[in-house]
């Protein structure tokens, strides 16, 4: 694993005042190996799981069909009692055929459900435990804050208190349990990014993505 280490300062310009920050320490092998890793398995399931969700050309035509011969029935049953006969044998039809599209309904959502239960639970559970032991205790990047200013005072505005990475990425660094377990085993987990909120951010990039493409071919 390659590391970087740098040190950037920053200066207090722009529209809201900045304590400078210092970047200690950056692994962007492991980063890009992370973000990788996050993207491609939150791809992989998002794709198994849309593959369930869109219907296949066996059931789109079957509805086709029922379609098609529901509208001969109310066609026929409009006729009157002339056509009684054949009118009850395609509503007969009909019912078959509707209890044959919810049998297939059925069964596709219950697939779906498993589905769904052993990639997104189960998979990203075990991918989080793999990135959490092979990375536990490995920050990938880390923010030194610098020292307190003796005395720097101007008339308008006191200086700014130093600010830890924790800080600056609140209220997101204390949110649920997974940012906490993402700190755990580093040496400074204050200013101290975990491997697990890399892999996070790959898969919540994913997730976005595919989002708005279910959106887009299930309407």
């Given at each position: 694993n ?12 722009g ?6 920050m210092e970047?200690?320490?950056v ?7 992370l ?19 869109l ?24 006729l ?10 395609l509503?007969r039809q ?8 919810q049998?297939?309904?059925?069964g ?23 990135v ?6 490995v920050p990938?990047?880390?923010l030194?804050a610098p ?5 720097i ?27 906490r377990?993402?700190r ?17 951010s ?15 071919l299930?309407?």
């Amino acid at each position: 694993n390659a590391t970087t280490t740098t040190t950037t300062t920053t200066t207090m310009t722009g529209y809201l005042p900045h304590p400078p920050m210092e970047l200690s320490e950056v692994r962007p092998l492991d980063i890009c190996l992370l973000l990788a890793a996050g993207m491609g398995w939150e791809l992989i399931s998002r794709t198994t799981v849309l593959t369930m969700k869109l219907k296949p050309q066996s059931m789109l035509k079957k509805e086709v069909a029922l379609e098609l011969l529901t509208k001969e029935t109310n066609a026929l049953r409009k006729l009157g009692p002339s056509k009684f006969v054949e009118t009850s044998k395609l509503e007969r039809q009909v019912l078959a055929k509707e209890k044959e599209l919810q049998t297939i309904k059925e069964g596709r959502k219950r697939n779906q459900e498993q589905v769904e239960k052993i990639v997104g639970r189960y998979g990203n559970l075990t991918l989080a435990a793999l990135v959490f032991v092979f990375f536990y205790g490995v920050p990938v990047m880390t923010l030194m804050a610098p020292e307190p200013p003796s005395v720097i005072e101007t008339d308008t505005m006191p200086a700014p208190p130093p600010q830890t990475l924790r800080d600056m990425l609140f209220p997101i660094s204390s949110v649920g349990m997974g940012m906490r377990l993402a700190r755990w085993g580093l040496e400074d987990a204050n200013n101290s990014m975990g491997a697990l909120v890399v892999m996070w951010s790959g898969q919540v990039f994913i997730s976005k993505i595919m989002d708005g493409l279910e959106a887009f071919l299930l309407v």
